[in-house]
């Protein structure tokens, strides 16, 4: 999600459910692929889908890269999904990505009818899961999902804040 430093607001503290180890092991491969975007001079996000245990789909911030404004890294690793296991549908699968996704990948989120997202720290100027919008589980949409938010949400804010301090 590409953002201005000045427009970069995210909260650290959402209210969390229990997060169980499995839930923090995959936000730690997307925070790993959130490195490999930092590392690329892209806006360190990261995403990771997995299903029946095994990740099938891992993306990371691209826009820069790919002169692309929709290589974001849920949509990145969605599309990866799609082609790993032969179908646009995953509704088998889970989407972990560092940041709550923008309007765009929870609106990507909702046509792979995803069975459950999880997600760092909360993003209060583009999130459209709770904190701006509500694409996810919107009343007049289909879909339903199962949501937890706030899952190692300080350190995902953490490599986000230091980026665009970095930047200025």
Known sequence: ????ASKL??????SVSAVSAADERWMEEALRCAQRALEAGEVPVGAVVVCDGQVVGRGWNRNLTDRDPTAHAEIVALREA?????????????LFATIEPC??????????????????ADDLKAGAVYSVL????????NHRMEV???????RAAEMLQDFFRNRR
């Open 82 to 94: 799609g082609r790993n296991l032969g179908n646009h549908r995953l509704g088998s699968c889970e």
């Open 134 to 141: 509500q694409v996810l589980n919107h009343p007049k949409l």
């Open 1 to 4: 999600m590409a953002k201005s």
């Open 103 to 120: 309007a765009m990948c929870a609106g990507a989120a909702v046509h792979a009818r995803l069975r459950r997202l999880v997600y760092g």
């Open 148 to 154: 937890q938010a706030g899952v190692l949400a300080g």
């Open 9 to 14: 607001s995210l909260n650290v503290s959402p």
